[in-house]
């Protein structure tokens, strides 16, 4: 099993609706999570850490963290056109050393105008 | 916000030459920076993890004589890309940890094309 799985394909959200990302990780301890935004041919960019069970808003993005569940997911809001990018999930396994991230694969967003 | 600096943002050179890509941090101190390394339409992949003071680690199949990294202070690491060859051409990325009150938070650095002809 991977450390870090972002499963679905591409997603296609028309403008203005809710984009909705999730991702799962397999080290149970596990104590830091982030979401980071690539476009094309950029590097990531950080856009939401979480550290702690529950939700966590940052004006239109929402992190929810499980760590019962093993999950951690992305919400955003009010879908815009400059949203469309790659977005990875990274996540700080136990054990590795307080800096190494695990990232999963990313999923591409696409906001249709 | 913490920044991550790299250079050059791109460059091309000669199969056969070296190539030193440098990644500072600009508002922070980092002992451990990381390098990955991303191909076209894949995730990112851990090359290593820069060290202050000490030896590079390594992740597995990565060649430590081929990807020279150092770590001389606290806000620099280089990372020397020796005897390129057209199959390392990729988009390099460093970043670097800044401690927080709830943990440590990784940011990147701009990343560094590199196209060996």
């Known amino acids: 099993q991977k450390e870090v799985e972002q499963n679905s394909g591409p997603l296609s959200v028309p403008e203005g609706a809710i984009a909705s990302l999730n991702c799962t990780y397999s080290d149970r301890g596990s104590q830091s999570f982030f979401w980071y935004r690539q476009y094309s041919g950029k590097s990531p960019e950080l856009i939401m850490s979480i550290y702690s069970n529950g939700d966590k808003e940052d004006g239109r993005f929402t992190a929810q963290l499980n760590k019962a569940s093993q999950y951690v997911s992305l919400l955003i809001r009010d879908s815009q056109p400059s949203d469309s990018a790659t977005y990875l999930c990274a996540v700080n396994p136990w054990g590795r050393g307080n800096n190494r991230l695990a990232f999963g694969k990313g999923n591409q967003v696409v906001v249709i105008p | 916000g913490a920044v991550v600096s790299q250079h050059p943002s791109w460059v091309i050179c000669k199969s056969g030459t070296s190539v030193k890509i440098e990644c500072r941090s600009l508002d922070f101190q980092a002992t451990t920076m990381f390098w990955y390394r991303q191909f076209p339409k894949q995730s990112l992949m851990l090359m290593a993890t820069?060290?202050?003071?000490?030896?590079?680690?390594?992740e597995q199949g990565v060649e430590k004589d081929k990807f020279l990294i150092n770590h001389a202070s606290l806000t620099l690491s280089t990372l020397t890309v020796t005897s390129a060859h057209p199959e390392d051409s990729s988009f390099y990325i460093c970043s670097a940890s800044q401690p927080g009150l709830s943990g440590n938070t990784i940011y990147f650095g701009e990343g560094s094309w590199l196209t060996v002809v």
């Open positions: 820069s060290n202050e003071g000490s030896k590079a680690t390594y």
